[in-house]
């Protein structure tokens, strides 16, 4: 294209005063859930408490964040009409279904006007640069699985394969491209991660995160309020409905402009490798989308699986919320889109050609990762180099030297009984032999 690469850029550090340095937190272990009350400190309390006397304050309002997001960004333009469209019904819901206490207001004021900046940003950016919808994509491979599945592990091995061009954090977060470099975006990140850590550490230690890891595209999805995991941080069951009820080609279009743009300023690699746990609901539109897309699906333990994903929304949502209980959250859960269209997912990936989808298990991965990773780039019709391999086998060293905190979560304590569950996932896990 005639541009040298900035892939990757170099981290820049978060200089601090240094009476404001956080310590590091200690390496502890996140408990089983039991209630919103006792998964985080007492001060996170005392500020609900002492907030919610100042209602009406911060209850949403799309309006609001639309007014906030064009006086930030008076030149960038209005919203597209579906984003328009996906914000209402976001606020709406937040408004009927999530119980937001005040810390959970302020958060969803500060983060949909944030995201809705993004979107005009983003939409100015492509305004501004026509030729960026017309880059050239390299070929994308999928990763799918369920959430808490191991798909971060697996994604981020192949981040190490420099023929990967994969999307760091900050770069999902805020996809447009400025004179200053990516430097901004990464500062402005990490202190939303600093703040995130304080406010809930266990989030953190169950799924870690940092401004330049290989992560996840949940941030392209979020740019345009058209994303499940939004379901992660608040109970928004009324706009999960409508969101499964849309053409999920809206979200997906928006989502590879997003990638044209991110891409036309920082080409490299031969390919896109691309992890989001709700692209495994969403493999036929993706073929649409992108055409020569391939795919790699793990699969793990399903019972052990759900009960972290029980874990992982219990602990989000008890931030922005007081009204978490884990025993709904686990009947919420165990029959939910995720569950629900699982086998319509893998029926959705067995129609695709020999070669383009390729299954392994999260417990191969743990035992041989990198053995696991050629497996699958053989049946793909790839090759691991030499280069690709040590650097998959020094993640792998580093990784196991300082391993993350434990995570402790069991069905029961979400009120969910094992064997149904293993009889209702039956055919799956004998499928894919998850029970050895």
């Known amino acids: 294209m005639g541009r040298p690469s900035t892939y990757p850029p170099p981290a820049v550090t978060l200089e601090l005063p240094e009476r404001a340095q956080l310590r590091p937190r200690r390496n502890t272990c996140v408990g089983q859930f039991t209630s919103a009350r006792d998964s985080h400190a007492w001060w996170i309390r005392a500020v609900n408490a002492i907030g919610g006397s100042l209602e009406p304050v911060g209850i949403p ?3 609001l964040y639309w007014e906030r997001a064009q006086r930030l960004h008076p030149d960038a333009g209005d919203p597209t009409p579906e984003t328009r469209i996906a914000l209402s019904a976001l606020t709406q819901s937040l408004n009927e279904d999530a119980a937001l206490n005040f810390i959970g207001k302020i958060a969803a004021w500060l983060d949909c006007t944030r995201m809705a900046a993004t979107h005009l940003r983003i939409e100015q950016a492509l305004r501004d640069a026509p030729a960026v919808e017309q880059t050239e994509l390299p070929p994308p491979v999928f990763v799918l699985g369920l959430f808490r599945s191991g798909t971060t592990v697996l994604h981020r091995l192949l981040g190490q394969d420099p023929d990967n061009r994969t999307l760091p954090h900050w770069e999902s977060f805020d996809p447009v491209h400025t004179l200053e470099g990516p430097e901004p975006r990464q500062r402005k990140l990490t202190r939303t991660l600093l703040l995130a850590d304080i406010v809930s550490p266990s989030i953190k230690a169950i799924h870690p995160m940092d401004a330049y890891q290989t992560d996840e595209c949940r941030g392209m999805f979020t740019n345009v309020f058209r994303t499940p995991q939004f379901t992660v941080q608040y109970r ?8 499964l009820s849309q053409d999920a080609a809206i979200a997906y279009r928006h989502y590879r402009r997003q990638l044209q743009l991110v891409y036309h300023y920082r080409p490299d690699g031969k390919r896109f490798v691309l992890k989001d746990p709700t692209h495994t609901y ?3 539109t993706i073929v649409e989308v992108f055409p020569d897309a391939r795919f790699i699906f793990i699969h793990r333990d399903p019972v052990d699986t759900l009960s972290s994903i029980c874990s992982l929304h219990a602990y989000a949502r008890s931030v922005f919320s007081t009204d978490v209980d884990a025993h709904a959250i686990g009947a919420e859960l165990s029959d939910s889109y995720i569950t629900r269209m ?4 893998i029926a ?5 050609l020999p070669g383009r989808v390729v299954h392994v298990r999260s417990s191969d991965l743990s035992r041989d990762p990198v053995g696991t990773v050629a497996g699958a780039y053989r049946s793909l019709g790839l090759e691991l180099g030499e280069e690709a391999r040590v650097a998959m086998h020094q993640y792998i060293r580093a990784k196991r030297q300082n391993p993350s905190p434990g995570h402790l979560h069991s069905a029961q304590g979400f009120g969910l009984d094992p064997e149904a569950l293993y009889e209702r996932f039956a055919s799956y896990c004998a499928r894919f032999d998850l029970l050895a």
């Open 282 to 284: 969403f493999v036929d």
């Open 236 to 243: 928004v069951a009324g706009y999960l409905d409508w969101l």
């Open 61 to 63: 309002s799309d309006n």
């Open 348 to 352: 959705a990936v067995d129609r695709l």
């Open 342 to 345: 699982l086998e319509p997912a």
